[in-house]
C-alpha cells in the first residue's frame, strides 16, 4: 500500500501546537513507510526562522529539529527551481521537486550542529535573502490593496457587489486569467535565451508542467481574492501560504493551524481535487486508528 503524504505547514512546529504531534505515532509511521512527510522549502525556512527568535530557540534546538532530522527522508527545492526542470529542461510531470541528495545531507548536519547561543552564521549570510522576502511581501500587499480598490470602483460603476460573485464565477475568472499571467512571469522568471517561446510551450500544454502551471493559478487566484473579497484582510504571507499548498500536487493532506486566508485558499482551490486539511489535533486523532490497523 502507498504510504499517505501529508505537507506540514510550519505553524506545526509552534510552542502552542507541537506537543499533539510529537506525541503521535508519526515517527513510527514514517519509519515504516505507511506516512511520509513533506519539507517544502518554503515551510522549512519559516521553521529555521525560530532559531533567531530567544522565545522559541530552545524548542528549535531540542524538539524540532530532531522531529524534523528523524522524519524527513527528503527536503523540497524551491520552486523556481522546480519550474526550471519541469519547463525549460522538459520533465515535465517527472521533475524532480527534491534538492539533490548531497544538498539535504549538508542541511542535514547543519541543522543537527546548531550552537545552542543564537550564533549560528547562516542568519547573518541569509539576512539579505530574508530582508529580501520582507520587501516582496509589503509590495505584494500594497499591489492587492491597489487592486482592490480599482475592482472594488470597477464593480460598483457595474452595480456589481462583491457577495453576488458566485465561487463558480471566481473559479472561471481564474482559470480564464491564469495564461495571461503565467506567461507574463514565465517571460520575466525562465532562465533560458528565449523565455517567451518556453512560455509559449507552457500554454499549449498546461497540464505537463504542473507545478508552474499551479504558481500561475496561485498567483491569479489571489488578485482576485484581492479584488472579490474586500472586506477579508489582506495577508502579506498569502503567497508563502500558496507556496505551501502547492505541494498538496504531490500529496495527500495538509497539516495547518492557519484560521484565514490559507484555510480559504484551500477551501477554493484544492478540496475539491480530494486533499484533505488538518489541524495538528485533527492529523494527531487521524494518525491512531491508522496505527492500530497496520
Known sequence: MDSFRVVLDANVFSLDHFDVLDRSPIRDLVSRGRLELIYGDVMLNEVIASYGVTRTRDAFLTRWVPFILGTATKFGADLQTIWQREVIQGRGPHASIWLPAKAFERIKAE???????????GLDETKGERDDEAKKK???????????????????????????VTHEAFRSLTDQHMETIGRAVGEAHFHTFDARAVANRWARAK??????????????????????????????NAQADLDILTHLLRADAVVTNEIGF???AFNDLWRSRGKTLFTSEEFAEFLRPTQRNT
Open 138 to 164: 509589503a509590495n505584494q500587499r500594497a499591489l492587492s490593496v491597489d487592486i482592490r480598490q480599482v475592482a472594488s470602483r470597477a464593480l460598483r460603476a457595474r452595480n456589481i457587489t462583491a457577495d453576488k
Open 262 to 264: 490559507m484555510r480559504t
Open 207 to 236: 497540464g505537463r508542467y504542473p507545478y508552474f502551471t499551479q504558481f500561475a493559478a496561485n498567483m491569479t487566484y489571489k488578485e482576485l481574492y484581492a479584488m472579490f473579497k474586500p472586506n477579508a484582510p489582506i495577508d502579506t
Open 111 to 121: 541543522l543537527s550542529s546548531l550552537p545552542s547561543d543564537g550564533t549560528w552564521p
